[in-house]
């Protein structure tokens, strides 16, 4: 009947593999980018090719080579269900704004665990995390407060908000703010431990983060042509 049998570590490796890989990351950062786009649930935001080619290079090409694999349980055929059944299904009537609920507190184990996988390898490096960083990126932009047509809209709840929000409340959205303005912002949020578990900076994903904030953030439409641009080169 598909009942599984097995001991309590490898049901932790199961538990690390879903969390830091192959299905909490991709709700993530479907939440936060639903947000901004204006959708109310995650089966429609499957229906997006934009974002649906987001969360396979997240899942695919930036978290299976760090994957760990709990062996009873497939990792690759385990992102196959989570994107061509589970998102996708109507009758699981989940929101972006229940999911970016506490995203503050989510992000050092989402993302962080596998960027630190990558970092931790010197012949490969963080280089091609273009995905992640798109992600996190998205949800700087999310403390904005304002979604892609630049209206205002409630951000869900997180501990947080009453430290982060401020930090955004009076940038002028209505064009590409200056690469010194964005590093004046993001510095001290970017190489915080207890929202990445590492300084991005160090971690070789600092300034790109930063890049993509800027395309994020240039005027009206700008999420949308930057969140499409990115998805036609993977």
Known sequence: VGVLFTDRLTVDKVERMKVTTCLNPLHTALAVFGCLLGYTSIHREMKDPSLVALIRRIGYTEGLPVVVNPGIIDPKAFIDDVVTKRLPNPFIPDTPQRIACDTSQKIPIRFGQTIKAWASDKSRGTASLEGISLALAGWLRYLCAKDDALRPFEPSPDPLLSQLLPLFEDLDLNKSPSAAEISRRLKPI????????????QAGIGEKVEQLFAELSNGPGAIRKTLDKMAKNW
């Open 190 to 201: 970017l190489v915080r431990e207890d929202l990445f578990a590492q300084d991005l900076y």
